[in-house]
Each structure stands twice: as structure tokens, then as C-alpha cells.
């Protein structure tokens, strides 16, 4: 059965049909031995300038059960980073409920300065020379002269990088499905959609059945995946960033627009659930700012970048939609807004 969403045509499986596979079907044959996903990646690993496993990291509080509102149904296709935010833990690996993971481990505020700790930690290996990589990765990565030191100069980025807030329920069955929409869609950045009985910011995150994905011009922070790459490319903007706010709105979106890895959307074949009620942006962190003050640098930083480097752009439809019609509400978006929430309200409880 196929539905038609925009431009797309997306085919939900009927089970209640079942079609045989043609002769000349790629289906694998006793002589075409099935590559396990496991393997799969282990073999990007090894590929000379493709990205390595992707990583997923799950917040902290450093003393109640790790991992806690993750259902561990099947085996990871990706590397666990565990993120204790108090700073109560030590940094290293681990095996925590049966689960290898890489803990880092800071005592923060907010998450944008968990993005600032991942990106640094994912950094560090891609700045080591040749000579500190293992003989196995110095073999894996030949020059076209033939010569393995200079090609080896840096390792290679995640392939997808994913921040999972620590009162996100979901699985890893459905961290791995996200993992392969996003492959076989040739996504950039992407996230689960949100569950009708999770708190939210964004009604465009609910979730909507009988999808499988739907384009969006971004993603909030609270569960995103992001290419290797891209998430590194805002290494430097992270830094100075405590609540996280504007990182998703406008640096993200600026630098995918800039780097061509345009392909964003919300999954609504994945669907997780958010467990504690969203947090005032009303805070004064430590570096004097509140959190939309924050976002309002970063919007700053992301028009200087537009100027800098691709100014074309603002004359595009995308940073009509993201910079200035979002931005500025008549008193009939004003009420629409005001109404929206009590709205949807009402609509979950009749539904």
C-alpha cells in the first residue's frame, strides 16, 4: 500500500499481503551470505574515509540506574556515551547493565554544554597524527600511492551522532530503526517524533500516524541524530553555549544549508515518549545569560556565518521561513499560538 505525502511516496507494509519475490530479485541465495548489521559497520570502520559507528549518547544524574528509561530489546547498532552531568562519575569505560559504554563525565548546567563535551570527546581522535593510530587502522587506510602514513593522518567521524535526553523513554530496537531510516533516506539530521502524552515545546514534533517520516526545517534538541561531520561543524559554537537553546533553530540548520546536508526530518515510523514536564528558558546561567539570550546569540552567529560565506541565501525560501516569518507574529499568528496548546489539549482528551 503506498501513501502520497508532498512530493514523496511512502509504501507502509500491508501484512495482510504477501507478495513473492521475483527470480531476478537481489534477495540473498545459499551462495550470497547475509552481512549482519554488526559487521556492517565494522566494515565502515575499516573503509578509507567513510565514517565509523555511529554514537548515541544518553544523559545522567551519576547515581540512579544508568540507562534507566532505555529498554535494552536488542543488540546496539551503534556506541553507547553515557553522560554524567553532575561529574559524579569517572570518565573511562564501562560495563553498565550488560551494556559496553564510554562515560564522560561534568558537572554542567544545561545541554549545551553536553554538546560541547561530546564534540570535544569525538574531536580528539580526529586530530591525532599517523603515528599514534593503530598499525590495524594504518593498514585499513592506503593512499592512492600506496603509502598508508599519509592517508592516516586523521580518523574519521561518526557516521550519525545522536544526544538522547535522559527522561526520553525508547528503545534500542528504535534507536537502530532510526538509524536505518536515516541511512536508507540519506538523512542529515533527523529525530523520533514525540508521543500524545509527552510534555513538548513544538506541536510539529507530535507525532502522526501512518507515516513513516515527514521534512521539517529542523529538529529540537531533546532526542536529534546529526551526520558525524555536521555535528562537529559547530564545534566552536558549542563552546560558548550553556542551555543549548538556538543550537537546534538556527546554527544547525545554517551550517546543513552551508555544507549541503539539507535532508532533515521528523520520524514518525519511531515514536518515544518524554517523561518530565519542559523546562522554564527563564535561568540565568553562570555565563550572565538566560537561555534566550543564548538563542539569540546564536541566531546572530548563524546570519554572520550566512554573510561570510553563502549571502545568496537570504534571499531563499528557507531563511524566510527560519529567520523572519517565525520570528515576527501578526495578532492572528499571536492568537493562534495562544490557542493551539488548549486546542490540542482537547483533542487528545476526545481522542
Known amino acids: 500500500m503506498a501513501r502520497r505525502s508532498g512530493r514523496r511516496t511512502f509504501f507502509i507494509p500491508d501484512s495482510s499481503v504477501t507478495a513473492p519475490i521475483p527470480a531476478s530479485s537481489s534477495a540473498p541465495t545459499p551462495s550470497t551470505p547475509l552481512v549482519q548489521p ?8 575499516a573503509s578509507a574515509g567513510l565514517p565509523t559507528r555511529p554514537v548515541v549518547l544518553v544523559s545522567w544524574d551519576g547515581h540512579s540506574t544508568p540507562l534507566a528509561l532505555i529498554h535494552l530489546d536488542a543488540t546496539p547498532e551503534f556506541d553507547w556515551v ?12 564501562r560495563t553498565l547493565r550488560g551494556q559496553s559504554v564510554t562515560v564522560l563525565s561534568a558537572a554542567t548546567e544545561c545541554k549545551g554544554e553536553i554538546y560541547h563535551h561530546l564534540a570535544e570527546h569525538l574531536a580528539e581522535p580526529l586530530a591525532k597524527p599517523s603515528a599514534d593510530l593503530p598499525a590495524a587502522a594504518l593498514d585499513a587506510h592506503p593512499s592512492a600511492s600506496g603509502s598508508t602514513a599519509a592517508s592516516a593522518t ?36 533527523f529525530s523520533p517524533s514525540l508521543s500524545h502524552d509527552s510534555p513538548f515545546s513544538h506541536q510539529w514534533m507530535r507525532h502522526q ?7 521539517v526545517d529542523w529538529v529540537e534538541v531533546m532526542m536529534p541524530f546529526y551526520r558525524g561531520d555536521l555535528f562537529l561543524a559547530g564545534r566552536a559554537h558549542y563552546r560558548d553555549n550553556i542551555s543549548s537553546w538556538g543550537i537546534d533553530r538556527f546554527l544547525i540548520p545554517t551550517l546543513q544549508q552551508l555544507r549541503g546536508q539539507t535532508r532533515t526530518a521528523l520520524l514518525d515510523a519511531v515514536m518515544a515518549s518524554h ?23 546564536l541566531r546572530q552567529a548563524s546570519l554572520d556565518l550566512i554573510d561570510q560565506q553563502q549571502p ?11 529567520f523572519i516569518a517565525r520570528e515576527t507574529h ?16 482537547w483533542l487528545d482528551a476526545w481522542s
Do not use: C
Not at 38 to 45: G, H, M, N, P
Not at 333 to 341: D, H
Open 330 to 345: 501578526n495578532k492572528w499568528q499571536r492568537l493562534k499560538r495562544r490557542l493551539a496548546r488548549p486546542v490540542a489539549d
Open 82 to 93: 553515557l553522560f554524567d552531568y553532575t561529574g559524579r562519575q569517572a570518565a573511562g569505560p
Open 209 to 215: 500516524p501512518n507515516r513513516v517520516y515527514r521534512e
Open 154 to 189: 586523521h580518523a574519521a567521524p561518526p557516521e550519525y551522532v545522536s544526544l538522547i535526553d535522559d527522561d526520553i523513554l525508547i528503545s534500542v530496537s528504535q534507536l537502530n530503526t532510526a538509524l536505518h531510516l536515516g541511512r536508507v533516506e540519506r538523512l542529515d539530521v
Open 38 to 45: 554488526e559487521r556492517q559497520a565494522a566494515s565502515l570502520d
Open 312 to 322: 545568496a541565501l537570504r534571499q531563499s525560501a528557507w531563511f524566510h521561513r527560519l
Open 275 to 297: 517523561r518530565r514536564p519542559v523546562t522554564s528558558g527563564g535561568k540565568v546561567y553562570r555565563n550572565g545569560r538566560t537561555a534566550w539570550q543564548e538563542r539569540q546569540v
